[in-house]
Nanobody, 125 residues
Framework: QVQLEESGGGLVQAGRSLRLSCAAS????????VGWFRQAPGKEREFVAS????????YYRDSVKGRFTISRDNAKNMVYLQMNSLEPEDTAVYYC??????????????????WGQGTQVTVSS
């Protein structure tokens, strides 16, 4: 079992950057696919980015490509989401998720069994 805790959210102006962190418990973290999802008020939760078990493959939703970068450090049981050139449309609660079975290329929620509590990101115009 894996427990996830996000941090790094906050209020920023458009065009600025934030780095979200996801700390995971468990000795087998490197065997989990990890993804970031977000949910804006009144909207469904949506895929943002994912990273394969060894960090060799990454995937992004189109609207964040070129602005966001997902990475992981398995030695530290950490996953990061570097968010640059933030836009008001990026405002949402961001969730880290992990799954033991499945592939990072699957941008649905199917691969993910464990979820963090979320961290709020607010981007002002």
């Amino acid at each position: 079992q894996v427990q996830l805790e996000e941090s790094g959210g906050g209020l920023v102006q458009a065009g600025r950057s934030l780095r979200l962190s996801c700390a995971a418990s468990g000795r087998t973290f490197s065997t989990y696919v990890v993804g970031w999802f977000r949910q804006a008020p009144g909207k469904e939760r949506e895929f943002v980015a994912s990273v394969s078990r060894r960090g060799s493959s990454t995937y992004y939703r189109d609207s964040v490509k070129g602005r966001f970068t997902i990475s992981r450090d398995n030695a530290k049981n950490m996953v990061y989401l570097q968010m640059n050139s933030l836009e008001p449309e990026d405002t949402a609660v961001y969730y880290c998720a992990a799954g033991a079975i499945g592939s990072a290329w699957d941008t649905s929620e199917r691969p993910y069994d464990y979820w963090g509590q979320g961290t709020q990101v607010t981007v002002s115009s």
